[in-house]
């Protein structure tokens, strides 16, 4: 069989966009790869993907599915053919992302300050304190720079049109950039002129970027401050990303029993004895971080780490209490927050958002089920969610129940369709549908965004869920410097 | 204006050394119109640095470390204190106008937070109790009052049966508990009927009359009765706060108002023991906190073996 079958045979649903083909053509930014495509054979194209599978296989790539009973390490499904992004749509992007972060931040800022944004009726004074990531313990804590998000993974999906919607703001610990980084250097090995010949732009900064940002955070004003990667250990579904950031920034990975607090300050344990810690990057929920002022029983934590924060000893990234700007609900005040804050009109959509803690918009989603997705307020990773349109009658039932024990935990947007991309599967070209991961550095200089992300892929024909806990891929992301 | 002089003294002693340990202690009386500290000594073993500030309910927060092993951690606080009784609520407006302002105001901060309700199995049948009340007839200072003398009623005084790990699910079925307990079930129902209401944390001073709570840390509520303010009741002795109740932290529940609490690494087995003193100004003492250093209850189920537990058990009960 030739490749141009495989374009031959690739068929797009109408109602869907899609990221390669316009009209029975190739569009501009793909026409690059597919003619390199047409140049291999089939056979060339299945050697590729055992490579890129050997690779990912020999370098630990994983990932911990938590449903299955115990944590089972997966390999990353990959797919060999990249996404590309033009120079236009991220230019697009970039903006869209940078408004609505400032905008998270001041939020941020100002509900555990001055709280105008609840005093002039913007944000109902209850959906922050029903939020249970809104913590009180953060209430005028002083945050270095008034950075409360250093490094945020914005969600975005393109709907039939064309047009970009934000999903999701992940503002606490987003997980995924290490896939970003490791899918490009798969498809370095893979198709080592592709990406010269078609102007990709680099992400290889990213570890540089935020190393440089954490250095800038550091309390003590001295050359090589000590900073750390601190991961709740082995067993976290994104342990492969900690150790790889950590190697790649050349800094400590660490656990809570490596630390210890004393005089308000944070202490590494070495074999040379106690080293004092500067900035920690933590990839442990708020919950757990501190036994003394949160869960007393984790034992992922440091006791008294929040006192060093609040003398401003130590510096941690992201801030702590973030889930209240990320939370679902809350979400749907993202546009009021951007113009409330920056005076602008938002760049970037948000999907138009049912809260079920409002009697008639619930009972608006109820009568339309089928045609919806509902998710819960505070969960990630696609965990405890429900697809209206392939939900059976008992499992709406079930649901429903579910919800009306504390409806404010939980929102409903209509399913939205998810653009499409090709992808190689069994010695097949088929559409699959995508979604945007972008990742957002700021720092005391401002907002950096890598011109790239992670673009998860629901490997399963016609489903529409991307998390790779429910069975989600991933693609190299290309974004065009021209 | 009464004069109170506290010693409070809180003492760890560990079996083998511990290290890694931290503290937070709240101890620092709130200062108002009502309360004034004219002096404190607080000495803690070590002389760590204790760092102050102030937390989202307004309390003072003092917090320190020791990473050294040590086999004994002793909190000695010495104050002295000015109390100022309020006068009662006039409580003159019809009681749907002052119910009416208690709904207007129960998404407002601040006492949003003091509504929120703590889920428990038995919660149903304090609704029916409290609905077979007949309430609403009432102003919200007279159903203060009333779900005080309620629980002083129907709950038994008794040292030693629940600890701080009981749940009120447990303190209900038991009908008993001390003052921690009794301070938790009062806010549960003012909170059911929409008054806001919080926990209060301190000493009870009420020299020759003999209150329960004395010898060790008490724990009362404050209501909030509209066009008034925040008004507190003391269930374990049925009666209204006025002058005799030394404020050290307001906050949701017990856990935002622990007087001392802490971790460490170490062994398991620990003794902890507290002490409250207070003397006045006719010259009367009540005893030593040395003399009466009372053994904390451990927790019922005997295994202390995980740091959860062990945390648990530095928190002190109060009584």
């Excluded at chain 1, 656990?255 to 106690?274: F, I, P, Q, S």
Aim: charged share 20%; hydrophobic share 35%; aromatic share 10%.
């Amino acid at each position: 069989m030739q490749t141009s079958e495989l374009l031959n045979n690739y068929h797009v649903d109408s109602h869907t966009w899609d990221e390669m083909y316009l009209n029975e053509s190739v569009r501009e930014q793909y026409r690059g790869v597919v003619e390199f495509m047409q140049r291999l054979s089939i056979e060339e194209l299945n050697k590729k993907e055992e490579l890129a599978k050997g690779l990912f296989m020999s370098q630990g790539v994983t990932f911990t599915v938590y449903s299955s009973g115990e944590g089972i390490e997966k390999i990353f499904p990959f797919d060999i053919i990249p996404r590309i992004i033009t120079a236009t749509e991220w230019k697009f992007i970039e903006e869209g992302i940078k408004q609505r972060l400032k905008a998270l931040n001041l939020f941020l800022k100002d509900v555990y300050n001055e709280q105008f944004i609840i005093q002039d009726g913007i944000v109902p004074a209850e959906m922050i304190y029903s939020c249970p990531h809104y913590l009180r313990e953060m209430y005028r804590f002083p945050v270095p720079y008034d950075i409360y998000v250093h490094i945020a993974g914005i969600d975005l999906i393109r709907n039939y049109d064309g047009s970009f919607y934000i999903l999701e703001d992940n503002l606490r610990t987003p997980s995924g950039v290490s896939y970003m980084l490791e899918n490009r250097e798969i498809t370095k090995r893979l198709f080592p002129d592709l990406l010269p010949k078609n102007n990709v732009r680099a992400v290889t900064e990213y570890p540089n970027i935020l190393h440089r940002n954490l250095v800038s955070l550091s309390p003590r004003r001295i050359s090589k401050p000590t900073i750390v990667v601190l991961s709740p250990g082995i067993y976290n579904s994104a342990y492969f990303e900690h150790t790889t950031l950590a190697r790649l920034m050349g800094v400590e990975l660490v656990e809570g029993r490596d630390l210890v607090v004393d005089n308000h300050k944070v202490y590494m344990k070495t074999t040379a004895g106690l080293h004092q810690v500067d900035v920690i990057y933590r990839r442990v929920d708020d919950e757990f971080l501190d036994p003394l002022m949160f869960n007393g029983s984790s034992m992922l934590g440091v006791s008294g780490i929040m006192n060093a924060y609040r003398k401003g000893n130590v510096a941690i990234v992201n801030a702590i209490g973030n889930g209240v700007a990320d939370d679902k609900a809350i979400y749907t005040y993202v546009p009021q927050m951007i113009r409330y804050y920056l005076n602008e009109e938002p760049i970037l959509k948000n999907v138009p958002t049912f809260q079920l803690g409002h009697d008639e918009q619930r009972e608006e989603v109820f009568a339309n089920m089928h045609k919806m997705v509902i998710k819960k307020t505070n969960e990630s990773g696609g965990y405890g969610m429900l697809m209206g349109h392939v939900a059976s009658e008992r499992e709406m039932e079930l649901y429903k129940e579910q919800i009306l024990i504390n409806p404010r935990q939980f929102i409903a947007q209509p399913i939205i369709s998810l653009s499409s991309s090709p992808c190689y599967m069994n010695g097949k070209l088929v559409p699959r549908r995508v979604d945007l991961r972008p990742y957002a550095l700021c720092g005391p200089e401002g907002i950096e965004i890598v011109p790239g992300g992670l673009t998860r892929v629901a490997l399963k024909e016609g489903s529409l869920v991307v998390n790779s806990s429910q069975g989600g891929g991933s693609k190299d992301t290309w974004v065009l410097a021209i | 204006m009464p004069k109170f002089k506290i010693h409070h003294v809180t003492r760890y002693n560990y079996e083998t050394p511990v290290r890694d340990s931290a503290n937070q202690i709240l101890l620092f009386p709130i200062q108002d119109d009502f309360q004034q500290v004219l002096k404190q000594d607080l000495h803690i073993t070590g002389e760590p640095m204790v760092d102050i500030y102030k937390d989202f309910y307004g309390n003072e927060v003092g917090s320190f470390m020791n990473a050294e092993p040590h086999l004994e951690l002793v909190i000695d606080s010495k104050l002295e204190v000015i109390t100022r009784g309020n006068h009662e609520p006039a409580d003159d407006q019809p009681a749907e106008i002052q119910w009416a302002e208690l709904h207007k105001i129960r998404s407002q901060f601040p006492y949003i937070d003091f509504l929120k309700q703590e889920q428990f199995s038995s919660l149903g049948e304090v609704t029916r109790i409290i609905g077979e009340m007949d309430l609403r007839s009432l102003t919200p200072y007279q159903t203060g009052k009333k779900l005080n003398d309620y629980i002083f009623t129907h709950f038994q005084y008794i040292k030693g049966i629940t600890s701080v790990e009981t749940t009120l699910e447990e303190v209900w079925n038991l009908k008993a508990g001390v003052c921690q307990d009794f301070a938790h079930l009062l806010l549960v129902m003012l909170r059911k009927i929409e008054i806001p209401a919080r926990y209060v944390s301190g000493y009870v001073c009420p020299n020759k009359s003999g209150m329960r709570g004395e010898g060790a840390t008490h724990a009362w509520v404050e209501a909030y009765i509209p066009f008034y303010g925040w008004l507190g009741f003391d269930p374990t002795n049925n009666c209204n706060v006025n002058g005799m109740h030394v404020r050290l932290a307001v906050g949701r529940s017990f856990s935002n108002c622990s007087p001392v609490k802490g971790t460490y690494k170490g062994t398991s087995s620990h003794t902890l023991e507290v002490g409250v003193s207070v003397s006045y100004e006719d010259g009367r003492t009540s005893e030593e906190p040395s003399a009466v250093l009372a053994a904390q209850p451990k927790n019922a189920n005997g295994e202390q073996e995980n740091s959860y537990r062990r945390y648990m058990e530095m928190i002190q009960q109060q009584q």
